[in-house]
Structure formats: structure tokens, C-alpha cells
């Protein structure tokens, strides 16, 4: 059974339910080695997740932004790192299918190639000059025009998925010219190489290693787009990264619970989830779970059910949702760890894997600091609430 099978998004999430329970059982094991968890996105694949958020008239489903936050919290409580990573992909197609900002025949292209074959994108665009794209540095990396083409130079840092990503969509400045553009560069491109550079201890199996670029040759036609640093327009899609961290909350959560409630030490009848102290830290848990769920769905429901016009003024709204979230999400997990003990510490442990990858989240875009300003000049423009 396929997801694009199913009539119902109930359908699609119980699917997806079943097929990620082998995904928790192997985020240990490729968290402790450093490896890439290839079989999990061949499972993905199997049930044809990278299509869904394609648009109907290119063979996906053009799923809402409020189903694929369910499908990304889904995975992220089996294994964030997987969650993260095929997030890009999926945002980035929706946002690409959504918005049209390529040639008809381009994106007809790479559509037909992840309906038939599960073909996996993500951008490349941070380098180690620049920092992220989002703080607007003008990319290092340079594009040449050629007689037939265009030849790229450069490095790019943290390219999530670069073990098994069939598209690298690279920015770089073009020479001789203040413009930046977006480059469509296939990964069997002569010239184009990833190193291994990964070394976090967060999220140690996204696979964000060091893409590198030398004398790469990419045809005409593969200058997609054209950007301008720094400068992004509101983007719904954005929200499977605070999706992927609630998801890591909601399982160190569980895990909380599970072990409150069995453990019963013999310095005290039944199990510590009767202790106030206990109790108190599992509903601090909860409520931050609700309103961090609360927050995720209405804000994406917004989103789905709103023009374009409309959209173009939620940026400040997707901005909090992310920063609460994600903060929500580490304090959820700090008290797990509170309520597990010093257990919680060992490496066998998973509370300290999630421990480790939800900190991660604090440095995915936006960054607090630009959240907060922009929510401040946001209070300033709007005076008194009346």
C-alpha cells in the first residue's frame, strides 16, 4: 500500500505510523555510529512520501501544509534526524509546486523523476563565510557563464541529505554581476563532489556534510531562479522544522511517562507518577505539549486556508511558532530527563539522543534574535490594542 493510494489523511498518518516503527529501533545505532540511515528513506520512498506535497498535476497529492506537519511529527517521534532531513525535501517541493518559479518543462522534469523514482532535493546555500542565508551574505560560491552553460565553484556547508540527495539546488553569485541565482545541479554532475565533514553531536545523522563544487558544468537552463539574499518571502513549509522538534518532545515525553509510571523503587508504595514533585514535572510536560501542538496546527490551518495575499503577511506568526515550539520542545525534554534521573545520562538512553538533537533546533532558521525584533517592531507598529 502507497500513500498516494489512500483517500484520507487519517489513512495516510496511521500508514506512516506503521511504517516509522522500525525507524526508532535504528536511530541508536546510526546516532552511535555517525551513519546515514539510508533503509529509512528507502522505506519513505516504498510508500511514496517524497511525492506527496507535488501538486496533482504532476503525479502527487499537493497535500495541505497542516497533513505534512502531521507526517513530520510522525517520523521526528521515530527519529528526528530522519524527520529533519526528508523535511527539506518535502517543504521545498510544496513551496516549488505552489509558487511555479521554474520553467514548466524544469520542474515537469524533476517531478516525473520523484514520482517514478523518489527523487530527493534540498537546498545548498549556506557556506562557511556567509553563515546562514538568512542573515543575507552574498554566497562565495561563483557561477561562470560559459558558451554552453554555466561552470560553478564553491563549498557549501550543512547539505542535509547529501548521501542520497538526486538534486542540489546551489546558490551563487554570478561573476561579473551583483545578481545571485539558484542552480539546479544534479548530483552525477562531473565536478561535484560531498565530504564527509559531518562531526555534530546533535542530529548526527542528517547527513548535512560539505558539498564542493569544482569546475562543475550545469547547462543553461539549470540557473532556475534568481534570489536576492536575505530577502525571503513568508514560507509555510518552513514549519516542518518546529513539527520535526515537537515530535522529538512528544517521544521524551512518552518516554517520561512509561518510566514514571512502571518504576517503583522500595522506598515507596506504587510508582513515582504519584509522587507531587513527579507529577508536577509530567503536567508541566503536558501543558507545554499542548500549547506547542496548539500553536503548530492553528498556525498551519491559518496558512492552508488563507489567499496569497494573505500569506504574504504571516512571516512575524511563522517566525513565533517557531521559536516557541522549539523552545517548548527543549524544556519538555529537560524535564523528561528530571523525571528519568541520572539514567537519563546513559548512553543507551535515548533521552540524552533527544536531549542532544532538539538543541539543534535553537539553530535552525529563523533565529530567536530575528524573531524577537521583528515581533517587537511588530507590537511598535500596531500601538495600543484597542
Same mark, same amino acid.
Given at each position: 500500500m502507497k500513500l498516494p493510494d489512500l483517500k484520507t489523511m487519517d489513512e495516510r498518518i496511521n500508514l506512516m505510523k506503521e511504517t516509522v516503527k522500525p525507524f526508532k529501533e535504528r536511530a541508536q545505532n546510526h546516532d552511535e555510529s555517525g551513519t546515514f540511515p539510508f533503509e529509512n528513506f528507502e522505506d519513505l520512498k516504498a510508500i511514496g512520501y517524497p511525492s506527496l506535497t507535488l501538486p496533482k498535476k504532476y503525479g502527487g497529492l499537493g497535500i495541505s501544509l497542516t497533513e505534512l506537519l502531521h507526517h513530520q511529527e510522525t517520523i521526528a517521534r521515530a527519529d528526528g534526524s530522519t524527520a529533519l532531513s526528508i523535511g527539506w525535501h518535502m517543504g521545498i517541493t510544496m513551496q516549488l509546486g505552489e509558487n511555479q518559479p521554474w520553467e514548466e518543462s524544469k520542474f515537469n522534469d524533476y517531478a516525473k523523476d520523484v514520482v517514478e523514482n523518489g527523487a530527493l532535493l534540498n537546498n545548498a546555500a549556506t557556506e562557511p563565510a556567509t553563515g546562514s542565508p538568512t542573515r543575507g551574505g552574498k554566497p562565495e560560491t561563483v557561477a561562470k557563464k560559459t558558451d554552453d552553460g554555466w561552470v560553478i565553484?564553491?563549498? !557549501?556547508?550543512?547539505?542535509?541529505m547529501a548521501p542520497i540527495l538526486s538534486y542540489f539546488v546551489v546558490s551563487a553569485s554570478i561573476d561579473g554581476t551583483d545578481q545571485v541565482g539558484n542552480f539546479l545541479v544534479k548530483r552525477e554532475t562531473n565536478g561535484l563532489r560531498v565530504e564527509e565533514t559531518w562531526d555534530s553531536i546533535a542530529m548526527r545523522a542528517t547527513g548535512s556534510h560539505d558539498l564542493v563544487l569544482e569546475d562543475a558544468h550545469v547547462a543553461d537552463d539549470d540557473l532556475v531562479t534568481y534570489v536576492t539574499p536575505g530577502k525571503k518571502k513568508p514560507a509555510g513549509w518552513l514549519l516542518h522544522i518546529p513539527a520535526c522538534y515537537?515530535?522529538?518532545?512528544?517521544? #521524551? %515525553? @512518552?518516554? #517520561?511517562? @512509561?518510566? #514514571?509510571? &512502571?518504576? &517503583?523503587?522500595n &522506598?515507596?508504595?506504587?510508582?513515582? &507518577? @504519584?509522587?507531587?514533585?513527579? !507529577? %508536577? !514535572?509530567?503536567? $508541566?510536560?503536558?501543558?507545554?505539549?499542548?500549547?506547542?501542538s496548539s500553536f503548530l496546527f492553528s498556525i498551519s490551518e491559518k496558512w492552508d486556508n488563507s489567499s496569497e495575499d494573505e500569506r504574504q503577511t504571516m512571516?512575524? $506568526?511563522?517566525?513565533?511558532? !517557531?521559536? #516557541?515550539?522549539?523552545?517548548?520542545?527543549?524544556?519538555?525534554?529537560?524535564?523528561?530527563?528530571?523525571?528519568?534521573?541520572?539514567r537519563s545520562l546513559s548512553a543507551k538512553n535515548p533521552l540524552q539522543r533527544y536531549y542532544r538533537d532538539v538543541r539543534a533546533g535553537i539553530h535552525n532558521p529563523p533565529m530567536d534574535d530575528m524573531t524577537i525584533m521583528k515581533l517587537g517592531d511588530r507590537a511598535i507598529s500596531r500601538g495600543p490594542l484597542k
Open positions: 565553484n564553491g563549498r !557549501k556547508t550543512f547539505t542535509t515537537h515530535g522529538i518532545a512528544c517521544a #521524551a %515525553q @512518552e518516554y #517520561a511517562v @512509561e518510566f #514514571a509510571t &512502571s518504576y &517503583s523503587p &522506598s515507596i508504595k506504587g510508582t513515582i &507518577s @504519584e509522587l507531587p514533585n513527579v !507529577k %508536577q !514535572k509530567l503536567g $508541566e510536560m503536558e501543558l507545554l505539549r499542548l500549547q506547542g512571516g512575524d $506568526e511563522l517566525g513565533a511558532v !517557531k521559536m #516557541a515550539v522549539v523552545n517548548q520542545a527543549n524544556e519538555i525534554v529537560d524535564l523528561a530527563m528530571r523525571v528519568t534521573g541520572a
